[in-house]
């Protein structure tokens, strides 16, 4: 029997779906975890959410998204850490132990700079997260990002921005559509014994059809899953492996259609 024990669906696999559709989908298909997003969650209302989350059984591998540090004002910093601050509240609410991090795209042509309000944002909600039982996963971006979504682009810089914290509170997450291509992968990810809080996977189909919308289901590009994924364990994560697709091509697919597929590929290929 394929063993599904550490999978999770990430609902923006399939984008069209409700939270309560999304419950229902890995109640049907026997997928123990989902990967939440927030604007889902409060389409539905926390309260509700939580109430449905924990009726369904199913498991929160991670809260999506907090981060978004840099600003061009303090004033819009300061808001930008009480969002922080309550996406953490949310993330303890609805069960989950981490809190994903994109940390902020680039503020003006400051390169050095945004990337010191990531440092001094996370700072400012560390000890919140670890008050309430969060860790705060920082998911480095691929490069092409750097601009627009996130100024920590590698899995060094996640790494050592990490290090300055508590590894009860702060730590890396892994994500293969980011990260394949760095030819320090293996050694970074060795650094990271302790550190690894989430483990995210798609594939790199080529040509890539677009920056934001162009990963696909894994097999169905050039990404060593099963390698990633060997020194990821070896590394000591232990914890949910989240399926996260942004495709139109899957998005308009039936969901149920995309998780029997997704189930088949993630034991074929992860």
């Known amino acids: 029997m394929a063993d599904l024990s550490r999978l999770s669906f990430n609902q923006i696999t399939v984008n069209s779906w409700t939270l309560r559709e999304a419950l229902g989908g890995c109640a049907r298909h026997g997928v123990p975890a989902i990967g939440l997003w927030r604007d889902r969650v409060d389409a539905m209302g926390l309260g509700a959410a939580t109430k449905l989350v924990k009726e369904s059984g199913i498991a929160v591998s991670s809260l999506c998204r907090g981060g978004g540090f840099p600003a061009a004002t303090q004033d819009e910093r300061r808001k930008r850490i009480e969002n922080n601050l309550r996406a953490i509240d949310e993330a303890a ?86 990260v394949w291509h760095d030819p320090d992968l293996y050694s970074e990810i060795e650094k990271l014994q302790g550190r690894i809080v989430g483990f995210h996977v798609s594939d790199w189909p080529v040509p890539l059809p677009g920056i934001l919308m162009g990963r696909t289901m894994m097999g169905d590009g050039v990404i060593e899953l099963s390698r990633i994924r060997s020194a990821v364990d070896k590394a000591g994560y232990a914890g949910p492996i989240e399926v996260e697709i942004f495709n139109q091509k899957i998005w308009d697919q039936p969901g149920d259609q995309v998780l029997e597929l997704m189930k088949r590929r993630f034991v074929e290929c992860v």
């Open 93 to 178: 609410a609805l069960g989950t132990t981490v809190l994903v991090l994109v940390c902020g795209a680039l503020v003006g042509r400051d390169l050095e700079g945004s990337r010191n309000m990531v440092v001094e944002g996370i700072a400012a909600i560390e000890t919140h997260a670890r008050e309430r039982g969060i860790k705060l996963g920082i998911e480095p971006l691929h490069p092409m990002y750097a601009a627009d979504r996130s100024v920590v682009v590698t899995v060094k810089q996640a790494r050592e921005i990490a290090a300055r914290f508590p590894p009860e509170s702060v730590g890396v997450v892994v994500d293969v559509f980011h």
